[in-house]
Protein backbone atom coordinates (compact mmCIF):
# COMPACT_ATOMS: atom_id res chain seq x y z
CA UNK A 1 0.00 0.00 0.00
CA UNK A 2 1.67 3.50 -0.99
CA UNK A 3 0.98 6.72 0.63
CA UNK A 4 1.24 9.96 -0.84
CA UNK A 5 2.10 13.20 0.94
CA UNK A 6 0.41 16.25 -0.29
CA UNK A 7 1.43 19.36 0.99
CA UNK A 8 0.44 22.66 -0.18
CA UNK A 9 2.44 25.61 0.06
CA UNK A 10 0.87 28.74 1.59
CA UNK A 11 3.49 30.96 0.39
CA UNK A 12 1.63 31.64 -2.98
CA UNK A 13 -1.74 32.17 -1.39
CA UNK A 14 -0.25 34.63 0.87
CA UNK A 15 1.15 36.45 -1.56
CA UNK A 16 -1.92 36.44 -3.76
CA UNK A 17 -3.66 37.53 -0.73
CA UNK A 18 -1.62 40.74 0.17
CA UNK A 19 -1.57 41.97 -3.49
CA UNK A 20 -5.49 41.91 -3.68
CA UNK A 21 -5.65 43.89 -0.37
CA UNK A 22 -3.26 46.43 -2.03
CA UNK A 23 -4.91 46.51 -5.04
CA UNK A 24 -8.24 47.20 -3.05
CA UNK A 25 -6.90 49.87 -1.18
CA UNK A 26 -5.70 51.65 -4.03
CA UNK A 27 -9.24 51.27 -5.67
CA UNK A 28 -10.16 52.09 -1.87
CA UNK A 29 -7.89 55.59 -2.35
CA UNK A 30 -8.63 56.66 -5.84
CA UNK A 31 -12.34 56.04 -5.49
CA UNK A 32 -12.53 58.49 -1.97
CA UNK A 33 -10.24 61.03 -4.51
CA UNK A 34 -13.10 60.49 -7.42
CA UNK A 35 -15.53 61.78 -4.60
CA UNK A 36 -13.56 64.53 -2.72
CA UNK A 37 -13.29 66.01 -6.48
CA UNK A 38 -16.91 65.41 -7.44
CA UNK A 39 -17.76 67.21 -3.74
CA UNK A 40 -15.39 70.30 -4.40
CA UNK A 41 -16.68 70.50 -7.94
CA UNK A 42 -20.52 70.66 -7.27
CA UNK A 43 -19.57 72.76 -3.72
CA UNK A 44 -17.26 74.72 -5.91
CA UNK A 45 -20.69 75.99 -7.64
CA UNK A 46 -23.14 79.09 -6.94
CA UNK A 47 -26.89 78.76 -5.32
CA UNK A 48 -27.78 80.17 -9.19
CA UNK A 49 -25.56 77.34 -10.73
CA UNK A 50 -26.82 74.58 -8.91
CA UNK A 51 -30.59 75.52 -9.28
CA UNK A 52 -29.40 75.86 -13.19
CA UNK A 53 -28.84 72.31 -12.81
CA UNK A 54 -31.35 71.55 -11.03
CA UNK A 55 -29.35 70.31 -7.92
CA UNK A 56 -30.14 71.60 -4.54
CA UNK A 57 -27.35 71.97 -1.79
CA UNK A 58 -28.15 69.28 0.37
CA UNK A 59 -28.37 66.76 -2.09
CA UNK A 60 -24.54 67.24 -3.07
CA UNK A 61 -23.49 64.75 -1.00
CA UNK A 62 -25.64 62.02 -1.99
CA UNK A 63 -24.60 62.96 -5.86
CA UNK A 64 -21.02 62.61 -5.44
CA UNK A 65 -21.46 59.45 -3.66
CA UNK A 66 -23.99 58.13 -6.12
CA UNK A 67 -21.63 59.17 -8.84
CA UNK A 68 -18.53 57.03 -7.53
CA UNK A 69 -19.83 54.08 -5.56
CA UNK A 70 -23.26 53.33 -7.40
CA UNK A 71 -21.87 53.97 -10.83
Not at 47 to 70: F, M, P, Q, S, T
Amino acid sequence: MAYTATTTHGGVNLIARISQFVANVKEAYSMRAEYNRTYAELQGLSDRELNDIGVRRCDIRDIAHNHVYCS
